[in-house]
């Protein structure tokens, strides 16, 4: 969930005439001036000035509280603003007093106590923001209520910050009432009442809706969140269509959740458009807030990127994931959550790269497949200290066991299709038991069908069949269509469970129409069967396939069938799964002829059928509605 904000409006004209003076506001001539940039929002140019009057009046509280501002909110810098606001607060203090009088120029001072209530909100500084809030409250109106949620919310202080909504409500305000409605869908979900928080997510949509004409991006998110905790899929993804064309938010991006959502059913074209869109999204944003989920949307190009069969460019975005985490003041997730699943993800790309570095080798000299399974061994390596990440953002008993109640607060985003791979980072046994305690807890229904997912897998894992066959075909007739790739992969560990091959194979092949990349990710083989010619270049294909980690020798498998430069895999009803697309011409990859066919064969067996090729990966990394200006809040101090 992600919080609410009113955005300042920008004035259009350069040749403005200068609003008169307001009660409490005087000052110099060119502080009033400063300030005036801050109000058009022109703070490169507020933050040279300001600069240049403090090095001729270093004791300008203005001057400061200027630069405060231009560091807040055009160079996104929250500790110099502090410090600025800081000081600022300091020089009017030792001036005027603590508490001004009418008669005093006390609009700067309130002023100052806004600004430090937000650069300390951004700095995730909790108790410093509430207690600037309440000092406020003591001095000014109209006095900050519903604000007050949002960091007791994250203080997990929920009856409190309840009651600060309550209180927001009760204003009459229709700003107070939106921001509070905005805060109370957040508190439900975080408090861990899924089915409570989609009904207030809803009103807080229909409220924006009836007062101000349409509801936030940021309130339809939130309202998409809740119904994906509660297994709405269709819903989530038309409130987020919706938030897409309702205009601009600080915070919040519904094209980095419907990428995250198409994936989970498996609609990869649709999730690629979806992530195009995200920088651009971005972009459009103010300075101060541009960047506040750029860590989310690597993780979730990460995720594509995997599942689109390229764990080498994975790699390179949860490498920056890794060192460089998003800042969650204006998120309601635990930081801890996200960090886990970009170390899940950068294991399981190290190993679906150990993978393809093997398979690469195949038909090459023996001691070039030597050299490549010495590259894997390290690759997995670095995979089990991913793995040592993982368990160590998740050692507390809460966190790891809420991180299996998928699309509650508690699992944050974490993609269901992911997380099976808990089992080989934790064990079968602390899955089985995380499992049965939150299980047990689990009100919603559909649920079961998900750690029955999970339970399938962990049986599998411990090597009784019967009871994985149980709970994969439980977990098959629950499953929602939302969750395609979960199912696949629930499909695939039925397969696996079962002692016919013939079914297996069968099997194999629904997984292989959706999600192709899951047997890489799972480090499993196809069975196969190959059919060849007498031809030396046929021979030594078929000997490099059956070297391959991706197929295994079976009479009741699959049927690979190889023609001269062409390799082929049919199931056993005759459908082709795909063939070797190789130009005979040498290339410059200094791979062997042989090698280059097997590498297509592979490739267009494995990878999902999304054309990436025109794709800069680059370049997905990277109703304005008005309301009133959020400087301009203040009254008479009471």
């Not at 000081?87 to 030792?94: M, Q, S, V």
């Not at 509650?408 to 993609?415: E, F, I, K, L």
């Not at 480090?523 to 294909?541: C, F, K, N, Q, Y």
Request: a negative charge; charged letters at 25%; one cysteine or more.
């Amino acid at each position: 969930m992600v919080a609410v904000v009113l955005c300042a409006s920008l004035a259009a004209a350069e040749d403005i005439v200068p609003p008169p003076l307001l009660e409490g506001e005087e000052g110099e001539v060119e502080e009033l001036a400063l300030w005036e940039l801050v109000e058009r929002q022109r703070y490169v140019k507020a933050r040279d000035d300001a600069e240049h009057y403090l090095a001729e009046h270093p004791d300008s509280y203005v001057a400061h509280l200027v630069l405060g501002m231009a560091q807040h909110y055009g160079e996104a810098n929250f500790p110099k603003a502090l410090f600025h606001e800081t000081h600022a607060l300091e020089l009017f203090e030792a001036k005027e007093g603590p508490q001004p009088i009418p008669s005093q120029p006390w609009r700067w001072h309130a002023r100052i106590l806004v600004g430090l209530t937000r650069a300390h909100g951004d700095l995730e500084h909790y108790d410093e923001q509430l207690a600037f809030m309440y000092r406020y409250n003591e001095l000014y109106t109209p006095q900050l209520r519903a604000e007050l949620a949002w960091p007791l919310m994250k203080k997990r202080e929920f009856d409190k910050a309840r009651l600060a909504a309550e209180e927001g409500l009760a204003t009459g305000d229709p700003y107070q009432i939106e921001r509070a409605k905005n805060a109370l869908c957040a508190i439900e979900f975080e408090a861990g009442d899924d089915e409570k928080s989609y009904e207030v997510c809803q009103d807080a949509v229909e409220y924006g809706a009836t007062h101000f004409g349409t509801a936030t991006a940021v309130d339809l998110g939130n309202y998409a969140e809740a119904a994906r905790a509660v297994f709405r899929f269709d819903k989530a993804e038309r409130l987020l269509m919706e938030a897409s064309k309702s205009g601009l938010s600080w915070y919040g991006n519904p094209w980095l959740e419907l990428a995250d959502l198409y994936m989970r059913a498996g609609r990869f074209a649709e999730a690629l458009s979806a992530l195009r869109e995200v920088p651009r999204h971005r972009a459009n944003r103010p300075a101060h807030v541009r960047d506040s989920d750029r860590n989310e949307a690597r993780r979730s190009l990460a995720a594509f990127l995997l599942l689109m069969g390229r764990p080498h460019e994975a790699l390179r975005i949860t490498d920056k994931a890794a060192v460089l985490p998003d800042r969650r003041a204006h998120n309601s997730r635990d930081p801890e959550q996200d960090r886990s699943i970009v170390a899940l993800l950068d294991r399981q790309a190290r190993l679906t790269l150990a993978e393809m570095t093997v398979e690469g080798a195949a038909a090459e000299p023996f001691y070039l497949r030597w050299w490549a399974r010495g590259k894997a061994l390290r690759l997995r390596l670095e995979a089990w200290i991913s793995a040592r990440q993982v368990a160590r953002f998740l050692d507390d008993e809460a966190r790891l066991v809420g991180t299996f109640a998928i699309g509650t607060a508690r699992s944050a985003v974490m993609p269901p299709w992911l997380l099976g791979e808990l089992i080989g980072t934790l064990g079968p046994g602390v899955v089985r038991a995380a499992i049965a305690r939150v299980a047990n807890d689990d009100p919603r229904r559909g649920a079961t069908a998900y750690y029955g997912a999970m339970l399938a897998e962990v049986s599998l894992a411990q090597h009784d069949y019967e009871e994985a066959i149980e709970h994969a075909k439980a977990a098959l007739d629950g499953l929602q269509p939302g969750d395609e790739l979960l199912r696949q992969r629930v499909v695939a560990v039925l397969a696996k469970s079962l002692s016919d091959p013939r079914e297996t194979t069968a099997l194999y092949e629904q997984v292989l129409a959706t999600d192709p990349g899951l047997f890489r990710r799972l480090g499993w083989a196809l069975p196969v069967e190959v059919e060849s010619s007498d031809a030396e270049i046929d021979r030594a294909l078929a000997t490099a396939i059956l070297r391959s980690p991706r197929f295994e020798s079976s009479s009741d498998g699959f049927r690979v069938q190889i023609n001269g430069s062409r390799i082929c895999l049919f199931g056993r009803t005759g459908t082709a799964w795909g063939c070797s697309e190789e130009d005979p011409e040498e290339d410059d990859t200094g791979e062997s002829y042989a090698q280059r066919i097997v590498d297509s064969f592979h490739q267009t067996v494995f990878a999902p059928r999304v054309d990436l090729s025109r794709i800069d990966i680059n370049s997905l990394d990277g109703s304005n509605r008005v309301t009133r200006n959020p400087l301009d809040m203040l009254s008479l101090p009471q």
